[in-house]
């Protein structure tokens, strides 16, 4: 069926800092912040910032400035603001946002401009988590870091923690703040333990130079939560993307791999009783995948396998089917954009009872024998359903889908398992806590 012949409305954006037409004078850090909206009907899945510097005229008008393309970021991450550092002294800057929604419509706005003052002696200002920013993370330790100016060497340090819980909305806007620990650290550095999840953290440094002068900052707040994202669309690098990070790697369809993430260590699925061997995994899981087959041919609940390691391409050509089969909205719920798949980890398995038909023929495939056995025991050898029923798509952002388990390993499965929680609340939940830094574009996998 062709789309509705109505065009849907697209994505609007307004750059709210710095606000267009405005100047602002500042050091060297700055959140871009903005607003944005989209129907509900075609959701914005892409963020594309691109920053422009050049010298400040002699006139000091950075509306007369000449720019040149200074860097492109596509990891708006949180959306709506992105903590910018390294802005130079004398330098003019100016940014534009553009958002892609899934039909491929996109809506542009330009910022105000920014003109990078000189650095003050003494100075301090907060790297992590930077000012105006948001730091994000599960309950953890966390090093809050800070960079200095002081010719004369810095004489003293004084930091203080304030804490508060966190807002309804899990965010750390319009919270009390109450003042929780004093420290006294020896360099622009401190590490943090001992936080609660729930609650947003902020820190204030104090220094003092040797001839008695002082500067003070305050860090943007570091929300500390088990509590996922709410789902929305983006294209951030996941924070732990690591090939020895796959116990704990978060994706979903805000984060995503690099698009050549592709282990090799994969080894198929030979060798197991009633499992196709066509298949390839990673070798770390190849043993609990094993003895997860044989404990369900064991209870009489023989598996078989219909997907499991998958490359960024052959997800790209998935999701594309799904989007023509269903249109946009139906097949980013069914589907995952290539990057976004938890199949291009290699630890992930579509299972299938030993000779039945696929399990997306039934409403519910744990009524069956084999489904509600993995359902039941899986989580015993490792491996976990990630969209369960109950919480898809709400929590998982997907389709239920009984038959998608990940390897994440039998102590990770049991922990998550005891405590009820989905993989998405459970695995590194949290956007990268150093944010994406100016100057750099962090798609170096493209
Ligand atoms: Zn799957």
Known sequence: MAPSATLAAGPAITITDPAPDSTVLVGARFRLGWSESAPSSAPIIG????????????????????YAIAWTNTSANPPRRLPLSGLAAGTCYYWTVTLTDVNGVSASARSGYLLGAPAVDPGVSFTFPAAGAYGD?????????????????????SVT????????DRTCDRVSWAAARTFRPTGAWLAVG??????????????????????????????????????????????????????RTL????????????????VYTTGIYHVSGAFRIRSLAYTDLK??????????????LTSTYRT??????IYDYYVSALGPTGGLLRAARPGHSEHQLGTTIDVK???????????????????????????????????????????????????????????????????????RETSGAAPSPRGPEAGQDPDLGR
């Not at 953890?140 to 002081?150: F, H, K, L, M, R």
């Not at 997860?292 to 023989?302: E, Q, S, V």
């Open 47 to 66: 963020r594309n910032i691109v920053q422009y510097s050049g010298p400040v005229p002699e006139n000091g008008n950075c509306a007369k400035a000449s």
């Open 137 to 157: 993370g599960p309950p953890s330790s966390y090093t809050v870091t800070w960079s200095e100016t002081a010719a004369a060497g810095v004489a003293s340090r």
């Open 353 to 423: 009872a030993y000779n039945g038909v696929s399990p997306s023929n039934y409403a519910d495939w744990t009524v069956t024998k084999a489904g509600a056995w993995m359902r039941d025991n899986a989580w015993k050898y490792g491996w976990m359903m990630s969209y369960p029923k109950a919480t898809s798509p709400a929590t998982t952002c997907y389709q239920s889908e009984p038959w998608h388990y990940r390897y994440v390993g039998r102590t990770v499965a049991k922990a998550a398992h005891d405590a009820g929680l989905t993989l």
């Open 312 to 317: 960024y391409s052959q997800q790209k050509a």
């Open 194 to 247: 001992g936080l609660t999840g729930g609650t947003c953290y902020r820190y204030s440094v104090a220094i003092r130079d040797a001839d008695g002068r002082s500067a003070a900052s305050r860090s943007g707040p570091l929300l500390i939560t088990t509590v996922p994202p709410t789902c929305a669309y983006g294209d951030v690098l996941t924070t732990f993307g690591a090939y020895a990070d796959w116990s």
């Open 291 to 304: 003895a997860l087959a044989d404990a369900a041919r064991a209870a009489g609940a023989a598996i078989d």
């Open 251 to 266: 994706l979903d369809p805000i984060y995503r791999l690099p698009s050549t993430y592709a282990p090799t260590d994969l």
């Open 161 to 168: 923690e304030e804490a508060a819980p966190m807002a309804a």
